[in-house]
Structure formats: C-alpha cells, structure tokens
C-alpha cells in the first residue's frame, strides 16, 4: 500500500514550515518539523510506510516502532482531511 498527496491540496513553504490549503475546504494547515520532512517525500511520488519511516529515522533518533506509529497516525489524520490519499 503506497500514499500520495492529493489533487485537492496545494502547499507551499511560508517561514520555515509547511502550510497546506485544501482548497475544497477552504482550509489551511500546518506541520511540524517531521510532519514536513514526510510531506516532502510524499511530493516526490506516492510512497510506503515503510519508505516514509526510512526518511525520518535517516534524521531522527527514533526507534522503527514509534516511527511508524506516529507516521500513521498523521497519514490518518491527512487522509481524513483529503490531503493525502491511498493507491495501490
């Protein structure tokens, strides 16, 4: 299962962070430092977890199962929010 961003979102780089408009909603959001490192991937082409997990631990000291919890856990809350979308 891979993940790509949507055709419903435009980003750009404002001041150090991320900020996203859905523009079907008509609303922004931000990221944080990791939350940014992982939307960069995903501008790249739809990526897996795991792929996404690789990046952040490249950077971060953070163990593989934390990593990927937390690396759901925002893929769910973009889902939600149709910035980001499921491909097979």
């Not at 299962?1 to 859905?22: C, D, F, P, R, W």
């Not at 000291?61 to 929010?81: F, H, N, P, Q």
């Amino acid at each position: 299962m891979k993940y790509q961003l949507t055709s419903e979102q435009i980003s750009s780089k404002v001041a150090g962070e991320t900020v996203i408009l859905n523009h079907s909603k008509g609303a922004y959001y931000g990221l944080d430092e990791v939350g940014v490192l992982i939307w960069e991937t995903l501008e790249e082409g739809p990526q897996s977890i795991e792929a996404l997990c690789d990046v952040v631990i490249g950077e971060y000291d953070v163990d593989a199962d934390t990593c990927k919890r937390d690396i759901e856990g925002l893929l769910k809350d973009l889902i939600s929010e149709r910035l980001v979308e499921i491909i097979k």
